[in-house]
């Protein structure tokens, strides 16, 4: 009893401390979990896209890193200071390095392309505003910065006005 | 919006961070969820974005996943910087 009370108190933080760290280390464990499981999915994703367009992806092209006024353009060769080959780039391995760039460059070049439809174009010709790309179920789906939200506002600012029976 | 009380005290759609709701990497997640029934659930997504991402987005759009479902969705900009959010916060 007396060690109890002498001691309990003092012996009580450390399991606090312990618990605590445990929570910490099972949260980051998760998250991790969470993460592996959509890389997985987008390497799947990745997959689904370079079959249908193929890719043009070369993990050895040189590139202008962030942080430079052309940042993320393509080099023709690596002999500027800074520019980095394109699967050594940030992401945890070459592996997660490799599908970003891929899926990044093809997406850069879909955008492109939408953008030639005189979409988000000034007169003369330059491109403005910015365009979003995603893809779901073989669907390209594009978003513009917009003055008129209409979507948004159906679905995320006022759900239940546009929920009702019809 | 009433949900998020941070945000919620701008009144004008065109202040930051509500202006996010305007940005591109913005509308095209309810645009994709429009499509799908208005929800991504279980969904993983990855966005190419021809710009870099600005504060006002990086506040707003965990919100908005959380409204369309709470996909996983990475965002890639034109730099080759990731992140990704779920649970409405950003993940890395």
Known sequence: ?166 | MRKYPEIAGIANLGHIPKNAFFHAETTVLPRAAHDYGGSLAGRTLHVVVDRVMCRSCERILPKVGLEIGNPTVTFTDYTGRTRTMRDGQWLQ
């Open chain 1, 1 to 166: 009893m007396l060690f109890a009370s002498a001691f309990g108190r003092s012996l009580r933080p450390p399991d606090d401390v312990d618990e605590s760290a445990r929570s910490q280390a099972d949260l980051e464990a998760s998250r991790r979990a969470v993460m592996l499981a959509h890389r997985l999915a987008l390497l799947d994703i990745g997959a689904q896209h370079f079959r249908r367009y193929g890719s043009h992806y070369n993990p050895n092209q040189p590139r202008v890193p962030a942080g430079h006024p052309d940042g993320g353009q393509w080099a023709r060769d690596g002999s500027r200071a800074g520019v980095q080959l394109a699967a050594g780039e940030k992401g945890g391995g070459s592996g997660w390095a490799f599908i970003i760039g891929a899926l990044l460059k093809l997406g850069l070049e879909l955008i492109k392309e939408k953008r030639k439809g005189k979409i988000l174009q000034d007169l003369f010709g330059s491109d403005e505003g910015t365009v979003a790309w995603t893809r779901i179920d073989d669907n390209d789906i594009f978003g513009y910065n917009s003055d008129r939200p209409n979507i948004l506002r159906k679905i995320v600012l006022m759900p239940r006005r546009c929920a009702g029976p019809s």
